[in-house]
């Protein structure tokens, strides 16, 4: 079926992994730490395993179609757990979860990717042209998504239809996505020129650097579709585990989203950036791991807004100050670091200093 012997035992691992993670979470150790330690590296595991399904349909559908693909599944999971914990009422955790994604992408592994870049290749150059693209799309999505929070915040008349409001920013968002889509279905062929990255080309250009897969068709959406099932399970089982080890731990809901749940369910993708950065292919390092907030603030947060009715619950884009000040400031430093268009070891243990500071402030909530 084109499985390569690391392709068998990634699917092997998760699907033990993810079998144990349904046994702990029903059975006797229920209440504990277990469960939730174990969904959360199942549900990495699957993230995984959704990305390399992602990977091999690259060749068959073109980079554009690939991206719209990546772009509709690569933070699947991470949807998923958003949902079970609005369902389980931890709004805080869902608020918190979605900003420490774009967080831990800026800070964290931008960082960790130009640290560990830096010390094995000395400064690093990327393209500026792409730099500015990405820095321009970050600050436009992040603006929409504080906005309605400043309105709230400052009293304004709309502070008494955050609802409304929030899914007004929502379909904007959605539809400034959906407008990317006639330009990244286009499959570019090598002697032609490329077209203008979008949104939903960026990852698809990234993704073309990893070498996916050679799994057959029927496979590799087989194994999205499983993947995506099995994502949906254990991102409930996550949810459930997930009081008992704030408890367990002594931690707060909001510590719990910004860092823990962010990081764990972007952990495996994310590694994938840093290993680009080592191998000296900082272009796609660079869009690999800026895509991910990119499509969280275009799609996944406005999905969430629209889809959280479903669940009983009423989720809006009104953020405490806190995560606003740290959101406009992670972009602020995130878009003056790349816009040169060079990265070297000492940027990227900045950036991984400022969010060290900005998850202990979370510490107490």
């Known amino acids: 079926m084109g499985f390569t012997r690391s392709d068998w035992r990634l699917i092997g691992l998760a699907g033990i992994i993810t079998l144990a993670a349904g046994i702990t979470y029903y059975g006797s150790l229920g ?51 958003v949902l079970f914990a609005l369902k389980a009422k931890l709004y805080d955790v869902a608020t918190a979860s979605l900003v ?20 094995k290749n000395g400064t690093q150059k990327f393209q500026k042209s792409a730099a500015r693209t990405i820095a321009m799309l970050l600050v436009l999505s992040v603006a929409a998504l504080v906005v309605p929070a400043l309105t709230f915040a400052l009293h304004t008349p ?54 996916g897969p050679n799994w057959p068709l029927a496979v590799a959406i087989g194994m999205l579709a499983i993947t995506g099932i099995g994502a949906a399970f254990v991102s409930d089982w996550f949810v459930g585990g ?26 495996v993708e994310n590694v994938v950036g840093i290993q680009l950065a ?26 969430l807004v629209l889809l959280s009715p479903l669940v009983g619950a009423s989720f809006t884009l009104v953020l405490s100050p806190l995560l606003i000040a740290v959101l406009i400031l992670a972009v602020l430093v995130t878009v003056v670091v790349v816009l040169d268009g060079e990265s070297n070891w000492l940027e990227g243990a900045t950036l991984i200093v400022l969010y060290c500071i900005i998850a202990a402030a979370f510490w107490w909530g």
Do not use: C, W
């Open 31 to 81: 209440g504990t730490i277990a469960p939730f330690v174990i969904s959360a590296l199942a549900l990495a595991l699957l993230a995984s395993l959704v990305g390399r399904s992602v990977e091999a349909l690259g060749d068959r559908l073109g980079a554009g179609a690939t991206g719209v693909v990546q772009s509709a599944l690569g933070n699947l999971p991470e949807l998923f757990v």
């Open 158 to 211: 709309a502070r008494e239809h955050e609802r409304a409001l929030s899914i007004v920013v929502s379909l904007l968002l959605l539809g400034l996505f959906v407008a990317s889509l006639p330009g990244a279905l286009k499959r570019q062929k090598a002697t032609e020129e490329p077209a203008e990255e979008t949104p939903a080309t960026e990852a698809a250009s990234a993704a073309e650097g990893l070498h």
């Open 242 to 267: 997930l009081t008992p080890a704030m408890d367990a731990m002594g931690i707060s809901q909001a510590f719990a989203g910004l860092v823990i749940v962010a990081i764990a369910g972007n952990a």
């Open 100 to 119: 420490g994604s774009i967080l831990a992408n800026l800070l964290l592994v931008l960082g960790l990717a130009f640290l560990v870049g830096g010390i």
């Open 278 to 303: 080592a191998r000296n292919q900082s272009d796609y390092a660079l869009q690999v791991i800026l895509q991910s907030p990119l499509q969280i603030a275009l799609v996944v947060t406005p999905a």
